[in-house]
C-alpha cells in the first residue's frame, strides 16, 4: 500500500481514479468493465499489446454501443447500419472485446487469447478483412479518422440518391491525441465541417498522455477551439460518467454539424500504479499490476470469463439492432430501387459497361486522336460517368489540369449532396483517405485527382487502399519530365518505382488514348485494390488502331514487331512509347530490325505466364525507355539491357528541350542500340 500511496502522491491521475472507482457502479460499469477485464486478460497473454485505451475508453464504448450504435450483430454486413471507426488503433483490444460481448460470430473467447497471434482475426491493429464487423483498417493514427469523414460523405450521397427509406445512418468514430496531432486530422476535419457531415461524431479519448509522457511536453493548442474553427459542433465530458457521455451523443445526434466530443478519461484505469502515464501504453501491466487493476476494479472472474448477469446485458446490446434492421428489409423488399441498389452495393458495374467502353475504343480507332493522356482521361470519363451512376470523382484543387470533371456532373457542396463531383481542395492526403472510406462504405466508385509528384501526400492512403483491397482510382496527371516548365519539384522522377513497389496496387501508364481507355476499363473492373493512372501534360500521337482485346489487360505486349530476326527489343510505357517507335524507324533504316513493347502496367504483366513474358521481351538485346529513375527495370530488361532515362532530378524548361537535355531520344536510343550491337 505504501507503494500505491506514493505512486498516487507522484499521479494525480490515481487520485482521480480513486474518486471514480468510489461512484456506484451501476449497471453500465459493469459491462464497461467487462471491456477492461477482457483488454488486461488478452494483453497479457500476448505479452504485447495495449492495456490503456480500452482500460480508459470502456465506458464511453460502453454508452455507445449499447445506447446509440444502430448494429446487429447477427448480420455485421447490414448496409444502413452505422459504422464504427476505431482510429485509435492501438486499442484494438476494445473493438475486439465489444465484436465478442456483443456476439458476433468469430470473435470468441479463443479468438481473443490468440490476441496478436498469427492468423488471428484480434491482429494487433484493427485490419479491414480479419473479421466482417472491423470496418476498416486502422495503424497509422489519423488514417482512420480521415476514413470516416469519407464513409459519412458517402453515406449523404447515397442517401441523396436513394432516399432516407434505405440510407439512414450515422458515422462514429473513437480517435486518440495522435490522431487529432496528424496533419492529416486537420484536412479531414476541414472538409468534413465545411461539407456540414452532421452524421459524423468522434469522440475524442482526451487521456493527455502518449509514448513518450504527459502531452503536454509536446503541443498546447486547444483542440476543440480548432474544430469549432472547422465548423464542427464541440462537448466536454467526463469520459468515465456514462449521464454526461450519452447527453453529449444525443447532443451529437441533433447537431447540424459534425461533432467532436472531448472525454476525458483516464489511461489504464483501474491500475493502481501504472493508470494515468505512459506505463500503459503499449505495453502489459504485468501479472501483478494486471491483477491488483482487477481487484481495483472489482473484478473477480477468472481470465477470459465474463458473469452470466453481465454477459446476458451485452448480448441484449448486440441484438438491439434487430428490429431496425428487418423493417429495413421490409422497406428494402418493395423498393423501387431495390435491384439497382443492390447491385452498387455488391460492387458490381451496369450491365452495358462493356458497350460503353466499346463504342469509345471504336471512335478512338476511327478518329486516331493526338492527345496528352490526361485528355483521353477526360474522353473516358465523358463516356462512363453517364454510364456508372456510383462513379464519384473530384480533385485536389487541380479541376482544369486533371481534367476530371465532365458535364452534368455538378459538385457537391454544404447541405447538396446530389452532384458527383468533390472539390477536395488542397488535401491530397485528406483526399485519398476518405476515398478509402467511401469505397469501404459500398456503393460507390470514388476516382481523384491530382498531379502524379503528389503521391508523396497521398502515399500512406494508398498503400492502405492496398491493404484493404478496396477499388478506389487516382487520376495523376503530369507524369514526368515532360511537364516541362514547372521543373524538378513537380517532375516525378522516382514516383513510378515507388508505387510498383507497393504491393496490391496497379500502376498504369498509357501510351496513347487507346491505351488510356483501356488502362481506365481495368481499373474500373479492378475491385480487389487501388489503380494508379500516370498520365501526361503533353500530346500523344496515336500508335494503334485495332479495337478487339484489350491488349493492355495482359500488361504488356508487342505493339511492332521487328521486320525480321529481333537485334533489339524496345520496351517503353506512356509518352515515351512514341519515342521508342520513331528509334525502331532509325535503327530499320540502317538496317537493324528492332521491336516495340509497351508496357503499360508491370503487375499485370507480372501475372502472365512465363512463356507469354518471354515471347513478348524475347532474347534479343533488351532496352527500357522511361522518363523516370530505372530503378526496378533491371526485372525487364535482364543483366545486360540498356535503360534510356533519368538518374537525377529534372529541370525547368520546355519538355522537348529537356528530353533532348537528359537524352531521351529517337536518336540517343539508336545510338545505344548500335554502340551495344558493334
Known sequence: MAAIDNATADNPALAAQAAILARPAGRERHMADALRALAIDAVEAAKSGHPGMPMGMADVATVLWSRFLKFDSADPHWPDRDRFVLSAGHGSMLLYGLLHVTGHAGMGIEELKRFRQLHSPAAGHPEFGEHPAIETTTGPLGQGLATAVGMALAERLLAARFGKSLVDHRTWVIASDGDLMEGISHEAGGLAGHLKLDRLTVLWDDNAI??????????????????????????????????????????????????????????????????????????????????????????????????????????????????????????????????????VIAGRLPENFHETIATLRADLATGRPKLASRQASQRVLESQVPAIPELIGGSADLTGSNLTLVKGMGSVAPGNFAGRYIHWGIREHGMAAAMNGMALHGGLIPYSGTFFVFTDYMRPAIRLAALMRQRVIHVLTHDSIGLGEDGPTHQPVEHLAAMRAMPNVFMFRPADAMETAECWELALRRADGPSLLALSRQGLPAMRTDTGENRSARGGYVL??????????????????????????????????????????????????????????????????????????????????????????????????????????????ATAVKRRLG
Do not use: N
Open 560 to 669: 511492332a514487331e521487328a521486320e525480321g530476326p529481333r537485334a533489339a527489343t524496345l520496351i517503353a510505357t506512356g509518352s515515351e512509347v512514341a519515342i521508342a517507335m520513331a528509334a525502331r524507324e532509325a535503327l530499320a533504316a540502317e538496317g537493324i530490325q528492332a521491336a516495340v513493347v509497351s508496357l503499360p502496367c508491370w503487375e499485370l504483366f507480372a501475372l502472365q505466364d512465363e512463356a507469354y513474358r518471354a515471347g513478348v521481351l524475347g532474347t534479343a538485346l533488351r532496352v527500357g525507355v522511361e522518363a523516370a529513375s530505372g530503378f526496378g527495370w533491371e526485372r525487364w530488361l535482364g543483366p545486360d539491357g540498356i535503360f534510356i532515362g533519368m538518374s537525377g532530378f529534372g529541370a525547368s524548361a520546355p519538355f522537348e528541350d529537356l528530353y533532348r537535355y537528359f537524352g531521351i531520344t529517337a536518336d540517343a536510343i
Open 210 to 343: 502518449s509514448i513518450d509522457g504527459d502531452t503536454a511536453i509536446s503541443t498546447s493548442e486547444d483542440v476543440l477551439k480548432r474544430f469549432a474553427a472547422y465548423g464542427w459542433a464541440t462537448k466536454r465530458v467526463d469520459g468515465h460518467d456514462p449521464a454526461q457521455i450519452a447527453a453529449a451523443l444525443s447532443m451529437a445526434m441533433r447537431s447540424k454539424k459534425p461533432t467532436l466530443i472531448a472525454c476525458k478519461t483516464i489511461i489504464g484505469l483501474g491500475a493502481p500504479t501504472k493508470a494515468g502515464t505512459a506505463g500503459v501504453h503499449g505495453a502489459p501491466l504485468g501479472a501483478a499490476e494486471a491483477q491488483a487493476a482487477k481487484a481495483a476494479l472489482g473484478w473477480t472472474a477468472a481470465p477470459f470469463e465474463i458473469p452470466e448477469e453481465i454477459a446476458a446485458d451485452w448480448h441484449a446490446a448486440g441484438a438491439r439492432g434487430a428490429t431496425p434492421r428487418r423493417s429495413w428489409l421490409k422497406r428494402m423488399a418493395h423498393h423501387p430501387h431495390k435491384a439497382e441498389f443492390e447491385r
